[in-house]
């Protein structure tokens, strides 16, 4: 028989099995905003795992939940519901000690304002070292770490400008330095190229690679920029604040062995088994409301509730209005499909 400790035990395997190798583990995780009487969910279950020495961008419309993921995940915003775990660390149940120990040790973060990111008055080279400073490490390990770190990023040039020195791509990349000063595992980075022209967000993406590459630091990067996905092996789309749909790269080397990319879209089925269509799937067939569910051996196929009228086979007749019954090559040919 189902007793409550029964079902709490299961609540509980089963939300230690989600995830339970992955460094970053979103799980449901809501996060409703109130003001002034009206309710904004921000996030709306979002499900999302990134493994340790990823490098992960997150796309989506405006509003569709982007900024309040990485305040979650960068410790500064609690969400509302749900579970959210980086490292060995619950972001749901860190007192406000832990908080601060987390934000210093574990992550570093960068914002799209240029401004926001470093202290007008210090140079790059003082920038970096002023986190170590406060972290309480000597002033030759502080010198030598900011040299390091401006040179993997390519502005070793710029270690004695102040930011009014430098353009707006230079201070993002010494503001990626500032924020690995004291080494974390994790770095997140909400639209660094929000205020770059092309060429320039080109080498703060190139530079976010390099850092996840040469230090093993995973990444998570928010952008609007419609290349990232040639700098990243993962992009992961939000669309209402929950996650949609990923385009995975991976290099394939065809017979002949010559070597090249293969980038994939895939839909993202969440815990709970949703799964989001595509407008222009749901456009294309009418798929509003109901809708049929078959299951293939290999697939399972999705069916409008009523038979669509095509002009050319005539107005529907009362033998038309009937379900039709999913047959399995057209099943595959016609209908929308979850891969
Ligand atoms: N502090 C807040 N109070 C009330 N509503 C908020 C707050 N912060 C965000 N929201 C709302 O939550 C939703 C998600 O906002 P969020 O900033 O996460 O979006 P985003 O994907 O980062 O958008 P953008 O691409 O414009 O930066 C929006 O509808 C926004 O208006
Ligand atoms: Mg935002």
Redesign the pocket.
């Given at each position: 028989m189902t007793t409550l400790d029964t079902l709490e035990e299961r609540a509980q395997t089963r939300s230690a099995a989600f995830g339970a190798d992955a460094l970053i583990v979103c799980d449901s995780l809501v996060r409703i905003y109130q003001s002034e009487g009206i309710e904004v969910q921000a996030l709306q279950g979002l499900d999302l795992l990134v493994d340790d020495g990823e490098l992960v961008a997150i796309v989506g419309a405006?509003g569709s939940g982007?900024?309040t993921l990485l305040s979650v995940l960068s410790g500064l915003d609690v969400p509302t519901a749900g579970r959210v775990r980086v490292g060995p660390w619950d972001l749901m149940a860190m007192t406000p000690a832990q908080r601060v120990q987390y934000r210093r040790t574990m992550v570093g973060f960068v914002w799209?304002q240029t401004a926001r990111n470093l202290v007008p008055y210090l140079t790059a080279a003082e920038n970096v070292a002023f986190p170590l400073a406060l972290a309480g490490t000597g002033s030759r390990e502080r010198a030598a770490r900011a040299a390091e770190l401006l040179e993997l990023l390519g502005v070793a040039y710029c270690a004695e400008r102040r930011p009014g020195q430098m353009s707006g791509g230079e201070q993002q990349r010494v503001a990626i330095a500032v924020a690995l000063a004291c080494s974390p595992r994790v770095l997140f980075a909400?639209?660094p190229t929000g205020e770059l022209d092309t060429a320039t967000s080109h080498d703060v993406l190139e530079g976010l690679r390099m850092v996840n590459r040469e230090l093993g630091t995973t990444v998570v990067v928010?952008t609007h920029d419609p290349g990232v996905s040639e700098h990243v092996e993962r992009t992961v789309a939000i669309r209402d604040g929950r996650t949609s749909s990923e385009v995975v790269r991976r290099r394939h080397t065809a017979d002949d062995g010559t070597e090249h990319v293969v980038a994939e879209e895939f839909a993202v089925l969440d815990r709970a088994g949703r799964v989001q269509l595509p407008q222009e799937y749901r456009e294309a067939l009418e798929l509003a409301g109901r809708v049929r569910l078959a299951l293939e051996d290999s697939h399972v196929s999705v069916w409008p509730d009523k038979p669509r009228v095509t002009p050319s086979r005539g107005p529907a007749t009362g033998r038309h209005a009937a379900v039709p019954e999913p047959s399995r090559g057209e099943a595959a040919s016609d209908q929308e499909e979850q891969r």
């Amino acid at each position: 028989m189902t007793t409550l400790d029964t079902l709490e035990e299961r609540a509980q395997t089963r939300s230690a099995a989600f995830g339970a190798d992955a460094l970053i583990v979103c799980d449901s995780l809501v996060r409703i905003y109130q003001s002034e009487g009206i309710e904004v969910q921000a996030l709306q279950g979002l499900d999302l795992l990134v493994d340790d020495g990823e490098l992960v961008a997150i796309v989506g419309a405006s509003g569709s939940g982007k900024s309040t993921l990485l305040s979650v995940l960068s410790g500064l915003d609690v969400p509302t519901a749900g579970r959210v775990r980086v490292g060995p660390w619950d972001l749901m149940a860190m007192t406000p000690a832990q908080r601060v120990q987390y934000r210093r040790t574990m992550v570093g973060f960068v914002w799209q304002q240029t401004a926001r990111n470093l202290v007008p008055y210090l140079t790059a080279a003082e920038n970096v070292a002023f986190p170590l400073a406060l972290a309480g490490t000597g002033s030759r390990e502080r010198a030598a770490r900011a040299a390091e770190l401006l040179e993997l990023l390519g502005v070793a040039y710029c270690a004695e400008r102040r930011p009014g020195q430098m353009s707006g791509g230079e201070q993002q990349r010494v503001a990626i330095a500032v924020a690995l000063a004291c080494s974390p595992r994790v770095l997140f980075a909400d639209e660094p190229t929000g205020e770059l022209d092309t060429a320039t967000s080109h080498d703060v993406l190139e530079g976010l690679r390099m850092v996840n590459r040469e230090l093993g630091t995973t990444v998570v990067v928010v952008t609007h920029d419609p290349g990232v996905s040639e700098h990243v092996e993962r992009t992961v789309a939000i669309r209402d604040g929950r996650t949609s749909s990923e385009v995975v790269r991976r290099r394939h080397t065809a017979d002949d062995g010559t070597e090249h990319v293969v980038a994939e879209e895939f839909a993202v089925l969440d815990r709970a088994g949703r799964v989001q269509l595509p407008q222009e799937y749901r456009e294309a067939l009418e798929l509003a409301g109901r809708v049929r569910l078959a299951l293939e051996d290999s697939h399972v196929s999705v069916w409008p509730d009523k038979p669509r009228v095509t002009p050319s086979r005539g107005p529907a007749t009362g033998r038309h209005a009937a379900v039709p019954e999913p047959s399995r090559g057209e099943a595959a040919s016609d209908q929308e499909e979850q891969r």
